[in-house]
């Protein structure tokens, strides 16, 4: 166990050190085409684990970005092996790194239900992540991302566990008129 928060513990500096890079690199494109869209994923928890781990797939709905920071706002459900499910909400931040790619920072909350081996501690988890993706015509998105998942302390024991998803991102509704996307 010792090993995996080692492990955990780097792959969280990495990823921070990643993101930092990248949003001193990150640039916005010039016409942003900021619809809705219906996130689905598939991948699989305790990626950095020694252990075999359930095959998970996900469905989110990502609102449109708001507000000074552009924050979107999402709601979505996630379903393992062995009937472990994740349902949350989280807010997203897209961070531009050329014309057609992406890094987007997630972080949010939501019940898990366990299952089939998986115990996280507590039914209260946190979901924190970073995804890369590219931006096709049509606003279709295809990516790969790293979540964490943890209870934060809140359960007595908190073995949190990273996911790896391969993703797709399909626009919802009208495009938006005069933005040039």
Not at 26 to 42: H, I, K, M, Y
Not at 124 to 134: A, I, N, T
Request: glycine share 16%; with cysteine; charged share 15%.
């Amino acid at each position: 166990m010792e090993s995996c928060a080692r492990w955990s513990v780097i792959a969280v500096a990495a990823l921070l050190g990643l993101t930092s890079t990248c949003l001193v690199l990150a640039q916005s494109p010039r016409s942003v085409d900021d619809r809705a869209t219906l996130d689905l994923s598939a991948g699989a928890f305790g990626i950095f684990d020694h252990a075999s781990e359930p095959f998970r797939f996900g469905v989110e709905y990502r609102w449109r970005p708001f507000g000074r920071w552009a924050l979107a706002p999402g709601l979505g459900v996630t379903f393992a092996e062995g009937g472990a499910n994740f349902a949350y909400g989280d807010l997203h931040k897209d961070f531009w790194l050329g014309p057609q790619w992406l890094l987007t920072a997630s972080f949010g909350a939501g019940l898990f239900h366990d299952g089939g081996g998986m115990h996280l501690g507590n039914e209260l988890e946190f979901q924190s992540g970073l995804e890369v993706s590219r931006m096709f015509r049509g606003r279709c998105r295809i990516g790969v991302a790293v979540y964490h998942l943890s209870n934060g302390g809140l359960g007595h024991k908190n073995p949190g566990t990273e996911v790896g998803v391969l993703l797709v991102g399909i626009p919802i509704g009208a495009r938006p008129t005069g933005d040039g996307a």
